[in-house]
């Protein structure tokens, strides 16, 4: 349906109190330093913010070692698999202020993590989300050096929350952290249960709309290495393949379908891979 969204269905997340964390303040910082990332948006070449381009790119992303882990927060009701692989949301029909959201995903270690698999969802700018199609629904990839750049317009608001956008963030051969992402200065912040201050982007104006930047931190202790042979155990799943959503596949024994259409690598296999693979 493409109706009105309300969140009756997104009760509060007990685990996070709201507290303004040690995240937080990493991401004030990284509001007087916002070279770095900029390095994603030249990554993916996908951006249209024209201000973007008046920093020389930084050698490496900032990051503070023994950050904590992005917190987790409930998916909802509105996620749909098989969104389609994009880094602009934009498309004919989509209308309101631009929003580019720029970042790295980091593991515990500040190492920054490649190939992550984030995959976004929001509402309109009137606050309906679209479930019956894709619009304001896509995923993508981590560059090399761990960043991602989103092209969107700023979520409009729907009753009951305070305005955020979700994502699925997952590293190759490890778990799925779903959690979602907010913006400073809105007033239903304070009253919004299932806000979390750790999860604030740094949200800036700029010419053509505006910038927000959030910086992942996975729990995982270092770069994933891939494992020495992706060779499926007995199966047909193989590493290379371009898989369509929907095609089938056997790993371990066990059948899985493809969730989203996506190039198979070591580490994404399909146990491994709950965003990708469903067991049959
Ligand atoms: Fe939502």
């Not at 040690?22 to 916002?34: E, I, W, Y």
């Not at 490496?60 to 098989?82: A, I, S």
Request: neutral net charge; glycine residues 12%; aromatic residues 8%.
């Amino acid at each position: 349906m493409n109706g009105a969204p309300r969140d009756a269905a997104e009760p509060a997340d007990p685990r996070h109190g709201g507290g303004v964390s040690r995240k937080s303040v990493l991401k004030a910082a990284a509001l007087a330093l916002p070279v770095p990332l900029l390095a994603a948006g030249a990554a993916s070449g996908a951006g249209t913010e024209a201000t973007a381009a008046t920093s020389p790119p930084p050698l490496t992303p900032y990051c503070d070692d023994g950050d904590d882990p992005t917190p987790e927060q409930m998916e909802g009701p509105y996620f749909k698999p098989n969104s389609p692989r994009r880094t602009s949301l934009i498309e004919p029909g989509v209308v309101g202020t631009r929003l580019t959201v720029i970042g790295h995903v980091f593991g515990l270690d500040c190492r920054p993590v490649p190939g992550v698999l984030l995959d976004f969802w929001q509402a309109d700018a009137n606050g309906a989300y679209d479930n019956t199609g894709y619009r304001l629904r896509g995923h993508q990839f981590t560059d090399a050096s761990g960043g991602y750049r989103l092209s969107t317009i700023v979520p409009g608001l729907y009753p009951g929350r305070t305005r955020h956008i979700h994502v699925k963030a997952q590293a190759p051969n490890r778990p799925v952290l779903t959690t979602q992402l907010y913006f400073p200065g809105e007033p239903r912040n304070n009253t919004d249960p299932i806000f979390d201050a750790a999860l604030l982007m740094t949200v800036r104006t700029v010419a053509g709309g505006r910038e927000g930047s959030f910086d992942f931190v996975l729990n995982v202790t270092s770069a994933p290495t891939p494992t020495p042979t992706g060779t499926a155990p007995g199966g047909t799943w193989a590493p290379g393949t371009a898989y369509p959503a929907g095609a089938r596949v056997t790993y371990g024994g066990l059948g899985y379908r493809c969730l989203q259409a996506h190039t198979a690598q070591v580490g994404w296999e399909p146990p491994r891979a709950p965003a990708l693979w469903a067991a049959d």
